[in-house]
């Protein structure tokens, strides 16, 4: 028997089988619904008693949808899978401008109407990064806008997000010079979110079906069906490559077949035809060539090969029926009805019925199936159309030869597993011994299962498919066709040990989101790893300045990470308006805003790690940047009135440090940052918590150190006023000893203004003295127990803060004391400097235990420095008069 005439011949005339598959498989989930486009879709069947190979084909469009067509335009490795096999010759010149609407639906109008968008990012030194760089809101936005229930809605936006960068990018690439390193980037910007893209339509796929299948066969064999799926999917992909690209092929828009060899064999039927003479087969049916052993005519021959590649193409994209029409237009009607064969048979007659129904199928789909395989294993016909019948019968080993990508390769296995569970399925429940055909052994008995396929992969001896196997997103698809979540979990920790740096954004955008919908939708994703994701893509966000989107992943985190990743983030936002806009978007994203502000402080607080150092030690440099880091910082916590409270204790932390580095400028800085009213809110806040109690014990003491603060910067500040004023005294005018009279009248009322001169500044000086006296008193003689002296012990222990102001007292008040005395013995009150050993004696206040040895033999020495000025007025050592 002729194997091409009993292809498209049997399917007509083979007696009912009887066959038994449920239809309830159909319920499938509408998406961008798919049409069913595989022979090997075979589940979706209602199956009569007399059915006998075949039932209705499955339409498996309901399940996946092809999506916008995605124009491609650079050969990047796996890129254009599937249509590696349309022509042998070189693609630069296969992507010429002519030739590329064979492949693609590259819309030339939508190109021109878009031509300022292009001609902007033309100019950008990687424009493939800049024309995407709204995915990372975009991806952000949509997560938003759906709920639980939307899940697999989201999904599929994130589908068509993707699918509008990659036509976007398709477009610059196609108005590029070719060569430029930049559009390199930019076509591996375009191959990531293609295969970003498809993973999102694998998702939509396998877990849509997995909450909705509830069908009788499913649960009795989910493989089956998942399987189909990944085929679908896989074709899907082959769909979107290829465009509609048989509408363009003119040359083939012929009725007749063969017309070369046709035209040749008239003509030498005539006595005048002196053409060549070589031999050529005599008759034209279809197995002519082989029966024969004849060749056809070299025109005919060529065009032949190139028409198997397209048709082969067309079934790896699912696209049978189009197959068929190119086949009736090429003249090639009988092949067409060999890709017919494969549809199960289906009477809906027998049951009876009012009306007569049409029958569906092939009643010899058995014989037929026989005669694709044999003429699969035929070596005498060219390989596309051995794959092709190897791909309709379940021939693995004829049809990887033609699959050269990863995408191919993965589509050859996942059908002919189909292919043959439901042939297994066939004849073990609706076919008696006597109606099976014999199809070879390994082909109906292989044990298939989703891990077998992928081990398979791993042993290629084809290096292109080994290499993209080891690609991001085929790894990221293998595991999820597996549903794998845990080893997906594991393949993501290997990455981001690796070097999570050379990650590509897009990529840990996918990842990311990723994690969120595995959690939407109640899968167990490994906790370490996913924080890793988080952490990883949210400190990309932040050095790609993507402000407004942190707050929201870093919500996504653990609290207490949550909390120190968004105050790291806090810590380089400087702008007053920015630090607003970034508490708001905490705030909405439901993070802890007053936790995170009191954590960004004590960052930038604890950066200087130095210990206290002595005056005598500590030379005044200023405010340094890092001291005004110190400073701004304090505006985090005066945002909100509630925190009032906490901007006191961290303001009162970064003081003591200044303080004790003689920063008295810094220290006046961040005084002022506390509002003037901020005593008053801590109260009023705690009133309103409606609580008649004390305020807390830390609260007071953080008051009372505010005000100890505020009397010790008073005094400093009013002692260098005096210092000031009292070096600023007017000077007396001199008079030459042998001056002219005009230079006498001059002197005379220079003296006259210098004395009314000194009188101001004289009364000024005492005004200022008084001032200085008093706010020193109130520092050396604070109240209720001394200054840096908490008055409630009931606080919780913080010993570091304890032993900064015992630090601060003996730093500090030493040094008051000795101001004070050079303002009292520059302004000749003696007797006041000696009272001042008084105060430092004094047990009530106990001063002297603060003083250094060494303070004390200096605050002694210039005690006797203005006795000795009280002995010369002629006063006693202590500035009484001397009884006589």
Same mark, same amino acid.
């Given at each position: ?653 970064? #003081? ?34 409606? #609580? ?63 004395? #009314? ?57 030493? #040094? ?69």
């Amino acid at each position: 028997m002729d194997l091409r005439w009993s292809l498209g011949h049997s399917f007509l005339t083979c007696p009912p089988v009887l066959a038994s598959l449920d239809d309830s498989l159909g319920n499938g989930i509408s998406r961008g619904q798919i049409v069913p486009r595989t022979p090997g879709s075979l589940l979706r069947q209602s199956f009569t008693p007399q059915t006998r190979c075949s039932t209705k084909q499955l339409d498996m469009s309901t399940i996946l949808g092809t999506g916008g067509k995605s124009p491609q335009f650079t050969h990047t490795p796996g890129f254009f899978g599937h249509l590696s096999m349309l022509d042998d010759s070189n693609w630069t010149a296969a992507l010429t401008p002519q030739h590329t609407g064979m492949y693609t639906n590259l819309d030339l109008s939508s190109v021109a109407e878009d031509v300022t968008m292009s001609a902007v990012l033309l100019r950008e030194d990687d424009p493939g990064e800049a024309a995407t760089m709204s995915m990372y809101s975009e991806f952000l936005h949509s997560f938003l806008k759906h709920t639980s229930t939307t899940v697999f809605e989201l999904v599929e936006e994130y589908e068509n997000t993707c699918n509008n960068q990659v036509n976007i990018l398709g477009k610059i690439v196609y108005r590029a010079t070719p060569g430029q390193q930049k559009f390199s980037k930019t076509a591996s910007v375009l191959w990531l979110l293609k295969q970003e893209m498809v993973t999102w339509r694998l998702l939509s796929s396998l877990y849509r079906y997995e909450k909705t299948a509830v069908d009788i066969l499913f649960q009795k064999d989910s493989l089956v069906r998942q399987s189909q799926l990944v085929v679908d999917w896989l074709e899907s992909i082959a769909k979107d490559e290829i465009g509609d690209f048989s509408d363009n092929i003119e040359f083939y828009a012929k009725s007749v077949y063969w017309e070369n060899t046709l035209h040749i064999l008239k003509q030498r039927q005539f006595s005048t035809y002196i053409g060549s003479t070589r031999p050529l087969v005599t008759e034209l049916d279809p197995d002519a060539p082989i029966r024969q052993k004849m060749p056809l005519d070299d025109l005919d021959r060529e065009d032949d090969a190139r028409l198997l590649k397209y048709l082969f193409t067309l079934i790896r994209a699912g696209m049978t029926d189009e197959a068929q029409r190119l086949c009736k237009r090429c003249g090639q009607a009988w092949r067409a009805a060999t890709l017919e064969g494969w549809k199960l048979y289906h009477d809906p007659n027998v049951n009876g019925g009012t009306e007569l129904e049409p029958v569906e199928g092939n009643p010899y789909r058995c014989i037929w199936k026989i005669s694709c395989w044999r003429m699969a294993e035929d070596e005498q016909f060219n390989r596309y159309e051995r794959a092709i019948y190897a791909a309709l019968s379940g021939n693995l080993k004829q049809l990887l030869p033609v699959c050269d990508t990863w995408e191919d390769t993965v589509w050859a296995y996942f059908r002919v597993m189909v292919d043959s569970l439901v042939e297994q399925e066939i004849r073990t429940s609706v076919m008696t011994t006597e109606e099976l055909e014999e199809l070879p052994r390994e082909y109906l008995e292989t044990n298939w299962t989703l891990e077998k396929v992928f081990e398979e992969l791993q042993a290629t001896d084809k290096k292109r498919v080994l290499e993209e196997n080891q690609e991001h997103y085929h790894v990221i698809q293998k595991f999820i066709i597996l549903g794998d979540v845990d080893g997906l979990m594991d393949e993501f920790n290997k990455w981001l040990y690796k070097d999570r740096s050379v990650l590509p954004g897009h990529l840990l955008r996918f990842m990311t989101h990723l994690i969120l919908f595995f959690r939407t939708v109640g899968l167990q994703t490994k906790e370490e790893v996913s924080v890793e994701i988080l952490k990883t893509y949210i400190q990309r966000l932040v050095s790609e300045k993507h402000t407004d989107l942190i707050a929201f992943y870093v919500s996504h985190l653990p609290q207490e990470l949550a909390v120190a990743q968004y105050a790291v983030f806090l810590e380089d936002v400087t702008e007053t308006e920015q630090r607003h806009h970034c508490l708001e978007l905490a705030k909405e994203a439901g993070l802890d805003v007053a936790t995170i502000t009191k954590t960004v402080v004590e960052n930038i607080r604890k950066k200087d790690t130095g210990e206290f150092t002595h005056h005598d030690l500590a030379l005044d440099t200023g405010t340094t940047e890092e001291d005004r880091l110190k400073i701004d910082v304090i505006d985090w916590l005066v945002f909100d009135p509630a925190q009032r409270a906490e901007a006191l204790k961290q303001s009162n932390a970064i #003081m003591r440090k200044f303080l004790a580095s003689k920063k008295h400028e810094a220290a006046k800085d961040v005084f002022v940052k506390i509002p003037q009213d901020s005593i008053a809110e801590i109260y009023n806040q705690w009133e309103e918590q409606g #609580m008649d109690s004390p305020l807390p014990a830390e609260d007071d003491n953080a008051i009372r150190e505010h005000l100890c603060v505020r009397a010790y910067l008073e005094a400093h500040e009013t002692f260098n006023e005096w210092f000031k004023h009292m070096n600023a005294a007017p000077q007396k005018p001199t008079l030459l000893l042998q001056a002219s009279l005009i230079e006498e009248v001059t002197h005379e009322h220079k003296e006259k203004k210098y004395e #009314m001169d000194y009188g101001i500044w004289k009364g000024l000086l005492d005004a200022v003295t008084a001032d200085v006296k008093e706010k020193m008193y109130n520092v050396l003689l604070f109240v209720d127990g001394g200054w840096m002296v908490d008055v409630r012990e009931d606080a919780e222990d913080d010993p570091e803060r304890t032993h900064q102001m015992i630090l601060l007292r003996k730093l500090c008040l030493p #040094m008051i004391c000795f101001l004070l005395h050079t303002v009292l013995h520059s302004t000749r009150q003696y007797q006041e400097c000696l009272r001042l050993a008084d105060v430092v004696a004094s047990e009530r206040h106990k001063l002297y235990v603060v003083f250094s040895k060494e303070e004390l033999r200096k605050l002694l020495q210039k005690l006797r420095e203005s006795s000795l000025m009280l002995l010369d007025q002629g006063l006693d050592p202590l500035g009484y008069e001397i009884q006589s």
